[in-house]
C-alpha cells in the first residue's frame, strides 16, 4: 500500500528505514552501554530519538524525545543517589549517636536493592554541645573490596528526628559517594 510498501501491513512494519546516521547513533548507544551505567541517561536518549525519529520520520520529533528521556533519566538517576546517599548518612550518624569522644562503632548499610551495600567504622573525634545543638566530629571509614577502604571527616548533629548527618556535600566527582 502506498508508494515503496508505506503502511505495508497496516502498521505491522514501520514505514521509514532507519538511516546509516541513526544505526550509527544506535552502535555508538551500545558502545556506551558498555562502558558503564553512569552513561545510562544517554542510552536511553540515543535510543529514544533514534526509534521515534525512524518511526515518525521527523528528525525534530526524534530530538525533541531524546531530550526529554535524557532529562528524566538524568532526574530519576540524581534521585535514587539522593535516597541511597541519605540512608548512608543517617546510619553513620545512628551509629555515632551514643559514642563519647574517642569512641567508635561499626555500621553498614543494607540497600532493599543490595547493590552498593557499605560497612566500615565511625569514630567519634569530639562532641561540641551548645545551647543550640549537640554535633559530633567524627571519622567515617569505607572498607574497600581490598581492606584499603577510604576515610572521611564528618559532623553528626541531634536534631528533634534523632541524629543527621550535618556536613554540606562537596561539589566534585572525586569525593566519592559519601
Not at 38 to 54: K, Q, R, Y
Not at 102 to 119: C, K, L, V
Not at 123 to 146: E, H, M, N
Given at each position: 500500500?502506498?508508494?515503496?510498501?508505506?503502511?505495508?501491513?497496516?502498521?505491522?512494519?514501520?514505514a521509514?528505514?532507519?538511516?546509516?546516521?541513526?544505526?550509527?547513533?544506535a552502535?555508538?548507544?551500545?558502545?556506551?552501554?558498555?562502558?558503564?551505567?553512569?552513561?545510562?541517561?544517554?542510552?536511553?536518549?540515543?535510543?529514544?530519538?533514534?526509534?521515534?525519529?525512524?518511526?515518525?520520520?521527523?528528525?525534530?520529533?526524534?530530538?525533541?524525545?531524546g531530550?526529554?528521556?535524557?532529562?528524566?533519566?538524568?532526574?530519576?538517576?540524581?534521585?535514587?543517589?539522593?535516597?541511597?546517599?541519605?540512608?548512608?548518612?543517617?546510619?553513620?550518624?545512628?551509629?555515632?549517636?551514643?559514642?563519647?569522644?574517642?569512641?567508635?562503632?561499626?555500621?553498614?548499610?543494607?540497600?532493599?536493592?543490595?547493590?552498593?551495600n557499605?560497612?566500615?567504622?565511625?569514630?567519634?573525634?569530639?562532641?561540641?554541645?551548645?545551647?543550640?545543638?549537640?554535633?559530633?566530629?567524627?571519622?567515617?571509614?569505607?572498607?574497600?573490596?581490598?581492606?584499603?577502604?577510604?576515610?572521611?571527616?564528618?559532623?553528626?548533629?541531634?536534631?528533634?528526628?534523632?541524629?543527621?548527618?550535618?556536613?554540606?556535600?562537596?561539589?566534585?566527582?572525586?569525593?566519592?559517594s559519601?
Amino acid at each position: 500500500m502506498g508508494a515503496g510498501g508505506t503502511l505495508d501491513g497496516a502498521l505491522g512494519r514501520i514505514a521509514v528505514t532507519p538511516s546509516p546516521l541513526c544505526r550509527a547513533l544506535a552502535l555508538t548507544g551500545i558502545a556506551m552501554w558498555l562502558s558503564g551505567c553512569h552513561d545510562l541517561a544517554t542510552i536511553a536518549a540515543v535510543a529514544g530519538s533514534t526509534a521515534s525519529g525512524a518511526a515518525t520520520g521527523n528528525p525534530a520529533i526524534g530530538f525533541a524525545v531524546g531530550v526529554g528521556v535524557a532529562a528524566g533519566a538524568n532526574f530519576l538517576a540524581d534521585y535514587v543517589t539522593r535516597v541511597r546517599t541519605g540512608a548512608e548518612q543517617d546510619v553513620i550518624a545512628e551509629a555515632a549517636a551514643e559514642l563519647p569522644a574517642g569512641g567508635q562503632a561499626p555500621w553498614a548499610i543494607h540497600h532493599t536493592i543490595p547493590i552498593g551495600n557499605e560497612h566500615g567504622r565511625v569514630r567519634v573525634v569530639d562532641v561540641l554541645a551548645t545551647p543550640i545543638a549537640t554535633c559530633k566530629d567524627v571519622i567515617v571509614s569505607v572498607a574497600g573490596d581490598d581492606d584499603a577502604g577510604q576515610n572521611y571527616l564528618a559532623w553528626v548533629c541531634r536534631d528533634p528526628q534523632g541524629w543527621k548527618w550535618a556536613t554540606a556535600e562537596p561539589s566534585v566527582a572525586r569525593s566519592g559517594s559519601l
